[in-house]
């Protein structure tokens, strides 16, 4: 039996490179160890599994298909020990999940869309380059 508990390699999904690049964001660390890097990497992929599960969970109560920054919100809130660090990282929603309108079309046209904060449409980039270069062709 002990055998079989030595020969069994755990292997995790995440890849170690980038979970050390990661890490050595931080400024205090300089070098990484192997077998913390193990440890952190298998630790993180553990916590992005039940934070999926908990998030799927949300999803199936709302009778939704798609799990949205809403019911990752809701999941953390759920779990006290992640609340505690994680809720204040998370983004707010943009809207609430209950005030969606149910007989809105799937799809949208471009002129639909919300545009996000800080950017300006391609028409307003192009009509200010022309009116940039027509003011200096004046002068």
Not at 82 to 90: E, K, N, P, Q, W
Not at 105 to 113: F, I, L
């Amino acid at each position: 039996m002990a055998d079989e508990e030595e020969s069994e390699t755990i292997q995790p999904d995440l890849p170690s490179g980038r979970v050390k690049k990661i890490m050595k964001l931080d400024r205090e660390i300089n070098k990484v160890n192997s077998e913390a890097l193990f440890l952190v990497t298998c630790a993180t992929q553990q916590f992005l599994e039940v934070l999926a599960e908990r998030s799927a969970e949300v999803v199936t109560e709302k009778k939704r298909k798609t799990v949205k920054l809403e019911h990752l919100r809701l999941a953390v809130k759920r779990h006290s020990p992640t609340s505690d660090f994680l809720l204040d990282s998370l983004p707010f929603p943009t809207e609430p999940l209950d005030n969606q309108p149910a007989d809105k079309s799937r799809y949208r046209t471009s002129a639909e869309k919300p545009v996000p904060a800080g950017t300006r449409t391609i028409d307003r980039f192009f009509s200010s380059a022309v009116g940039e270069a027509s003011n200096g062709a004046e002068n």
